[in-house]
């Protein structure tokens, strides 16, 4: 296990430089996961190549989580406080409209903090087949399925006019 740690943070050092501050927690808290996990076990014979792989996966999923926890706090900021640095930047392409980019940033942060607040089930139901990760069979979506993305999707909507004052209809009619 001890060889484990000094493995991991070259690894975090090298591929997550943004995460240099929770380095040392990221690879603490995968060691407590693995070796919690390990006492759940029966079996006490891993081989050293088991627990490094075992290892490394939890220490990805830690990695994971670090980063939609930041998505999730960001998106959940209302982006007040921030300098108006869309209004800064001269747009010179015909037509630009400066104001209109700024509110098509502030729906995004709107909607990114909706569906950081959905279960993984829904956001691959919901944005499943427009990132090509669908999770469903090929072919037509059964009733039940088309029902729950319908009542999804209204509570998506429901909950941008709720929080954040924006509704989508209004959007698609500009």
Known sequence: MSALLPQWLAWLRIRHRGLAQQHADLAHDAAADLMQWLGRQDRTDFS????????????????????RAQVHDWARQDGADEPDVLSQIPDLRPGANPQQALQYAR?????????????AEERGL???DELGGSTAPEGARSGAERERLRRLRKRVKEELI??????VQDWREE
């Open 48 to 67: 050293d190549s088991e627990l490094q792989r075992l290892g490394f996966r939890i220490l990805q999923r830690r990695v994971a989580d670090a980063f």
């Open 107 to 119: 729906m995004l942060r709107a909607l990114v903090s909706v569906l950081s607040g959905l279960t």
């Open 162 to 167: 709720k929080k954040h004052g924006f509704n």
């Open 126 to 128: 919901l944005v499943g």
